[in-house]
């Protein structure tokens, strides 16, 4: 079984730019969340989804940060625009409707200049 | 809402010795309680999970963890490390009794096994 697929894996840019994340989850998760993890730091709840609906983002910043998951599938996280501090690895994580464990990817490491 | 601390922010401990990483949690309800190891460049494994029954719950690696309510603690132990073992560990918690919640992270802890 295929695992939390994201991409790009490394991402550098220029402040004032914006930026996507994507993500494909499990097959079958109906459950998708984006967090984000700052250097030194535990992983932090940006959004999280259940199916195509939005049911918890109150973590994230709406007024550069906007994510979708149109078909209930794959998602992804846009930042626009980007500031020095969004610099941070950006996760993606799915778990099954009835389940309590989440499945994270490999994340996508943000570096703003 | 929940909270997590992990006091510990490196633990250095020779190969074969005994660890114990430290995790403790605030919440004025019911947790469902987690450890997740991520090695470098990888995303978060979950490593074992405390949800109902035994108090002291185990993984395939030889890691156990118990589940502490009085002292609002959880944590980990092996009783003999390996080098392949250095990585990061977070406790996390989530809401119990509520499907798919949000997990709550501590701010990890970095275990380095010296030859």
């Known amino acids: 079984e295929a695992g939390v697929v994201q991409s790009p894996r490394y991402k550098i840019i220029e402040k004032k730019q914006p930026v996507a994340f994507w993500c494909n989850p499990i097959s079958g998760h109906n459950t998708l969340y984006w967090y984000r993890q700052n250097l030194g730091q535990g992983p932090e709840l940006l959004i999280r989804y259940e199916n195509e609906e939005a049911v918890d983002d109150s973590q994230l910043p709406k007024d550069r940060f906007s994510a979708e998951r149109l078909k209930g599938v794959d998602s992804t996280l846009k930042i626009q625009p980007a500031e020095l501090g969004d610099s941070a690895v950006y996760l993606c994580?799915?778990?099954?409707?009835?389940?309590?464990?989440?499945?994270f990817g490999p994340g996508t490491r943000l570096t703003v200049l | 809402a929940q909270s997590v601390t992990q006091l510990d922010s490196q633990v250095p401990v020779f190969e074969e010795a005994p660890v114990e990483l430290r995790c403790n949690y605030s919440?004025?309800?019911?947790?469902?309680l987690f450890w997740y190891v991520q090695y470098p460049n990888q995303g978060l494994q979950l490593l074992l999970k405390?949800?109902?029954?035994?108090?002291l719950v185990e993984s395939i690696n030889g890691f156990e963890a118990e589940f502490n309510k009085s002292q609002t603690s959880f944590h980990l132990r092996k009783p003999s490390v390996h080098i392949s073992d250095t990585a990061e560990y977070f406790c996390?918690?989530?809401?119990?009794?509520?499907?798919?919640?949000?997990?709550?992270f501590g701010t990890g802890t970095r275990l380095t096994i010296i030859p």
């Open positions: 919440s004025s309800v019911s947790v469902y």
């Open positions: 405390y949800l109902s029954g035994s108090t």
């Open positions: 996390a918690v989530s809401q119990a009794n509520f499907g798919n919640e949000k997990l709550t």
């Open positions: 994580a799915s778990s099954p409707t009835s389940g309590n464990e989440q499945f």
